[in-house]
Structure formats: structure tokens, C-alpha cells
């Protein structure tokens, strides 16, 4: 018989997954709108309708699937993660639970590292209203799956690049990166090499397990911004000290770019055995250039 998967967050990442996915499962997305399931539907996807944040449409869910892919981002509105609660509550309602279980969550968990290395062992310490929903949603999933026996792993995820998600408009809006001396460094990931440590993940993961789903780029942010410009011929962005940029940056811009901290991807390579198709933006910029 073959494998049912369940998709919780269907977006960009987890679409560029479905061919290696529906190869080997019988995939099923939660959706909420008609015009979304027909997208799905001709994806090779059967849609379920229903909405995390409705709990009664999710009554549909227990026992559909042995193995989750939940990449549904928290509410913006709401302290932790109650999605992710009502989720899991529904699955847990099903005579079959899954078995396997991977979900996508954020770097931002660690918060400003002050530029150093650092691997999974690293404890959390949420500088932002984001990051603290993402962590509430990994303590609620790795407790499920202790109560359940359902294998939960954590894919750890930085920026995430492509050539239709590059921060051209930031670029072309001339909008100021920091200084060198003061800049923070900045991790990436391709979106294809995401999905594809997904895919793995399903099958590779360890229980309980964390992955940081990044590159193997020491970057800092402002480089990032100057080799986009670069690569589309635009101007490079402005410098400014950071007390200047401090004050005139809003608190959001100002959380994302204050946090430094690079990655070990190693556990990623190992144990999931992921081979990057881009090992750093440059080979998606090097691509760009040449076209």
C-alpha cells in the first residue's frame, strides 16, 4: 500500500518538492479556498479543505496520513503557535497517528549571536516576536512526538533565495545596508536545495532531531545585497554606521539585521546526506550573469 503523506503549507518551497514527492506518496495539501485545490489537483495533489485556523475543518485529518510535512508559518496576531497546536491535536484524534513528521521552522530561534558558530546544540534564545511563535511551535511538536512515538525532526531554516525571491526592490529602493566593520554576518539557503532537505528528511530524519538547512556561505548581509546589485547591474546599496541605522531602520528591519551568527550545515550533509546544488548564491548569481 502505498505511503500517505500530508503537505500543512503548500507554498513555494514545498511545490518545488512535489515531483520527487509524488513519486512515492499519495500526497494530500490542506487548502482553503476551491481555486487553490484545482492548483493542487492538477500539482498530481488530492486537497483537503481546511484551515488551521478553524479547529472543526480539521477533524478530517486524523488518521489521513502516516508521514507530515508542516511548513504553515505561526499567526502574526497571536502569541505561540496555536496552528501548530490545533494541528497536532487533530492528528492525535486518528485510530493511525503518523509515523514521521518534519517541519520547517527559522534560524531566528537563536537570536543575535554576535557573528559566531554555532551547530543544533545551540539553545534557543528568541530575540523576536517570530522567532518566539517558532520556537513554541517546535517544544509543542517534539512533544508530540514523544507522547505519540511519531518521529519529529526540525529543519532550521535561513534566508531562503531564489532567482524570483532575490531583494531586487530593496536594491532598486537604494534602502541602506551597514557598514562593514559593524555588518552582521547573514546565512542563505536555495529554495531547491530546501525542499530537497525536506524530501530527505522524511525518510532520514532522527526523532526529536534538529537540522540547520543552510548553505556553506560566510556572508555578511551588506555582501549580500552588494552581489544582487552586481549580478542585475544595479547601483550597490548605501553604507551606514550603526547608530544611524539604528535609529531610523524600523524595529522589524532593525531585529532582522542587528542578529549575526553563522551556521554549521554538517549534521545536514551527514545524516540527511544532502548534496547543495548551491553551495553558496553565487552559483544561482554566476547562472543569472551568463543568461
Known amino acids: 500500500m502505498q505511503r500517505r503523506l500530508l503537505i500543512v503549507g503548500c507554498g513555494d518551497v514545498v511545490e518545488r518538492a512535489l515531483p520527487w514527492l509524488t513519486r512515492r506518496f499519495r ?8 481555486e487553490r485545490a484545482t492548483q493542487l489537483r492538477a500539482l498530481g495533489v488530492l486537497p483537503v479543505r481546511a484551515d488551521l485556523d478553524q ?8 488518521g489521513l496520513a502516516d508521514v507530515v510535512l508542516h511548513s504553515a508559518p505561526p499567526a502574526t ?5 496555536p496552528r501548530t497546536h490545533r494541528l497536532l491535536a487533530a492528528l492525535a484524534r486518528g485510530a493511525i497517528l503518523p509515523r514521521s513528521l ?9 537570536g543575535d549571536c554576535a557573528g559566531a558558530y554555532l551547530d543544533e546544540t545551540r539553545p534557543c534564545r528568541p530575540e523576536s516576536d ?5 520556537v513554541a511551535a517546535e517544544v509543542d511538536l517534539r ?6 512515538q511519531c518521529s519529529v525532526s526540525v529543519l532550521r531554516a535561513p534566508g531562503i533565495y531564489a ?28 529554495a531547491d536545495d530546501l525542499a530537497m532537505a525536506c524530501c530527505l528528511a522524511l525518510f532520514r530524519g532522527k526523532p526529536g532531531r534538529v537540522y540547520h538547512a543552510c548553505d556553506d556561505s560566510e556572508w555578511k548581509m551588506g555582501e549580500w545585497f552588494d552581489k544582487v546589485a552586481d549580478a542585475h547591474g544595479l547601483a550597490r546599496p548605501p553604507r551606514l ?13 532593525w531585529s532582522f539585521m542587528r542578529e549575526s551568527r553563522r551556521l554549521s550545515n554538517t549534521r545536514l550533509k551527514r545524516e540527511l546526506g544532502l548534496r547543495l546544488r548551491y553551495p553558496t548564491p553565487d552559483t544561482l548569481l554566476d547562472q543569472l550573469r551568463s543568461s
Open 77 to 81: 496576531d497571536q502569541a505561540g503557535d
Open 241 to 253: 554606521p550603526y547608530a544611524q541605522m539604528q535609529a531610523q531602520a524600523s524595529p522589524a528591519l
Open 143 to 148: 512533544a508530540f512526538g514523544r507522547r505519540s
Open 163 to 190: 532567482a524570483n525571491r532575490l531583494p531586487l526592490e530593496r536594491v532598486r529602493k537604494a534602502t541602506p545596508a551597514l557598514e562593514a566593520d559593524s555588518d552582521g554576518y547573514s546565512n542563505h539557503i536555495h
Open 55 to 62: 479547529p472543526t475543518s480539521l477533524q478530517r485529518l486524523a
Open 130 to 134: 517570530r522567532a518566539q511563535r517558532r
Open 102 to 110: 518534519v517541519y520547517i521552522s527559522t534560524t531566528g530561534v537563536y
Open 27 to 34: 500526497v494530500y495539501a490542506i487548502c482553503r479556498s476551491a
